[in-house]
């Protein structure tokens, strides 16, 4: 009898309701006990669903308030020492650590934060000190489990494995986190007793760094782990996501643990490879149905592949999502924006649910005719829609070639013309795109959505913003001026909803750190570009001043990495097509007069695939895309790009390859040494390292600029080098904005002086 479980829900709640207590809380407006309650409505609310689909044990510990790399920093003691400064108690320490401040205690630096695996998450990075010690918290684990079983229901706590975490983890200082691990293993040794001691039969460990390509070192470490911890009593679920095993998959399955995870939509069949190792007393768990995007389950499909091996392994076959659900919305049943023909294709988290009860179910003899029958003529519907397929789409990514990427004139060759064209002074001065979206900009928006605004109306307010702005940017000083994206809610869904082939949902929120969350537009036809997107407002701006105002895209890259993509056509052919759309939009905005075109890739680097040895397929194609985005144009057109990380360690000559005229990054908190990469590549073209850090309230001051200026020149050519911020400034008041372009073009004009 197939079992089916759950390896993590989202916590946002179905409307937001954590979001919104969480920030309530912080601001002071709501209680503690408030918060907690909020948080534990929401976790009965989904293990009441999880009950509902016939799961025999609900996830616990999947929850946290914040992140769940966080709580198991908490729960194992690693608190960084700035924060034990008695100033607040166990509850408020957690937000401190997350955010810097809290309702109480001292404001302090906050821990980092970066993306999980290849996802959109972001989790609190755990930072070890060498003799760092574990000392064991576990009040919220062992309070969620008694409260999900005063519920009724039995219990699989989910934790991180210890490997996983100590790969996680940042180490303050030049030592080897490695070290640490007969310390941590203690810890777990401990905390698994516990476990046992309350009853807990099956434990979920995460070791999602099994798919990817380990050092020897830490496969050694795996096996040292799982050696140690065997003997507890309880029984182990080694969980693995996000990809297949490849080489690690003989460790995995040597490990004395009662039970593995397979990620069977990422990973592909490899777990037909694990069916005749498995143990006979070890559970095989296989996550069939997709956790990291919305589109329904082929259900009959999945059937017959699963049906032999549930033959096979009989009671020992579990079902589940590959990977933990909170990186897909939660209901569905709540998306009002999306129309029916479209709602039927997708399954969110607690239509998930439905999909693995009604696999489990099938498996187990049960009737499921109907069922199969309308989740059949659903897949058939999308498979064959109008809506989907586009042939001259189509026929125009196959007519693609290799002259399509290319600019015609190599950089040295365009730059002479676009001088000519643009007649810019040295270290010119430009902004990222985004300026403030004040509260008036918002209303303007929302008021035109619902209605309340004439077509006319709106587009005359947008218009007086951007005269505003232009007007600033011209009283700054600014060379190369940004019509300011008033217009635009998201650099990505404002494109998704103008591009055909995209949709954009109203409540597909997804956590993307702490209290944010994010709306993936969903890509689920041919993409295609049906009117111009920007050009209105770039020629109305452009017709405002004589100074050269850049055009302003998201590109191909970004579009698909910040999007719910097709799971019927491979990521290369869905950006390709994203890719010729925005060519469209380059050249007519080039026809428009637009001197400067701007297509940002914030998300090139995070698109980069787990296994290292799956790079340069990746880059490759991105790449290539980039190209074909850009390169329609004259050679005295210019194209800027944008990325705002701080690593470009492995990437850097695929940088170069995109073959922008301009590159404007993020370099004001790493004081330039970011530019290391780019020097010692000796990169070809244009460089604006940020100066103006627009992450932070403060003003920058003029000879600290210029300082971080004059560091990049002693190392490229002053005649390759911008001066402008980290990145946008829409979070950003004018009062603090105005006065620090003011003083970045100081800065430029010192630089200047200098001839
Ligand atoms: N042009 C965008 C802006 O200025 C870029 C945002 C980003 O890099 N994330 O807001
Ligand atoms: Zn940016």
Known sequence: MATTHTLGFPRIGAQRELKFALESYWSGNCNREQLLQTGSRIRQQNWAQQHQAGQPRVSVNDFALYDQVLDHSCLLGVIPARFQDGSSDAFDTAFRMARGRAPSGTAVRACEMTKWFDTNYHYLVPELEPQQRFTLAPDK??????????????????????????????????????????????????????????????????????????????????????????????????????????????????????????????????????????????????????????????????????????????????????????????DLGQETALDAELKGWMAYAVQKLAELQLLGTALNGG???????????????????????????????????????????????????????????????????SFPQTPAIRQTRAGFRRGELSEADYVARMQAEIADCIERQEACGLDMLVHGEAERNDMVEYFG?????????????????????????????????????????????????????????????????????????????????????????????EAAGIAAIQIDEPAIREGLPLKRSEWQHYLDWAVYAFRVSACGVAPQTQIHT??????????????????????????????????????????????????????SPNVPEVAQMEALMRKAAERIPAERLWVNPDCGLKTRGWDEVGPSLENMVAAAKRLRADG
């Open 141 to 330: 684990l062992l309070a969620e489990i008694a409260e999900a079983r005063a519920c009724g229901f039995d219990v699989k706590p989910v934790l991180i494995g210890p490997v996983t975490y100590l790969w996680l983890a940042k180490t303050a200082g030049d030592f080897d986190r490695l070290q640490l691990l007969p310390a941590l293993l203690q810890a777990y040794a401990e905390l698994f007793a516990i476990l046992a001691r309350e009853g807990v039969e099956w434990l979920q460990l995460d070791e999602p760094i099994l798919v990817q390509e380990l050092e020897p070192v830490w496969l050694g470490a795996l096996e040292t782990a799982y050696q140690a911890l065997s003997g507890s009593g309880l029984k182990l679920l080694l969980t693995t996501y996000f990809g297949n095993l490849g080489d690690n998959l003989s460790l995995a399955l040597s490990l004395p643990v009662q039970g593995l995870h397979l990620d069977a939509v990422r990973g592909g069949a490899e777990y037909r490879r694990v069916l005749a190792e498995l143990r006979d007393d070890q559970v095989l768990s296989l996550g069939i149905v997709d956790g990291r995007n919305i589109w329904k389950t082929d259900l009959s499909a999945r059937l017959k592949e699963l049906q032999p091996v549930s033959d096979q392994l009989g009671a020992r076959l579990w079902l589940s999502s590959s990977c933990s659900l909170q990186h897909v919305p939660v």
């Open 642 to 695: 944008h990325m705002c990380y701080s690593e470009f360690n492995g990437i850097i000559e695929a940088i170069a390859a995109m073959d922008a005229d301009v590159i404007t990054i993020e370099t004001s908190r790493s004081n330039m040494m970011l530019l290391d990469a780019f020097i010692d590549f000796e990169y070809p073209s244009e460089i604006g390292p940020g100066v103006y850090d627009i992450h």
């Open 367 to 433: 009737q499921v005719t109907a069922a199969l029958a309308d989740n059949a003529l659903a897949l058939a519907g999308r498979r064959s829609s109008t809506r989907v397929h586009q042939d001259s789409v189509k026929q125009r990514c196959l007519q693609l070639s290799l002259k399509d990427g290319e600019r015609g004139l190599a950089y040295d060759e365009r730059a002479p013309r676009q001088r000519e064209r643009l007649q810019l002074p040295a270290f010119p001065t430009t902004t990222i795109g």
């Open 497 to 589: 909803e103008l591009l055909q082939g995209y949709a954009v949902s109203r409540n597909g929120w997804v956590q993307s750190y702490g209290s944010r969350c994010v709306k993936p537009p969903v890509i689920y036809g041919d993409v295609y570009r049906d009117a111009a997107m920007t050009v209105q407002w770039s020629r109305y701006a452009q017709s405002l001043t004589t100074k050269p105002v850049k055009g302003m895209l998201t590109g191909p890259v970004t579009m698909l990495q910040w999007a719910f993509v097709r799971d019927d056509q491979s990521r290369q052919q869905t950006c390709l097509q994203v890719a010729l759309a925005l060519r469209d939009e380059v050249c007519e905005l």
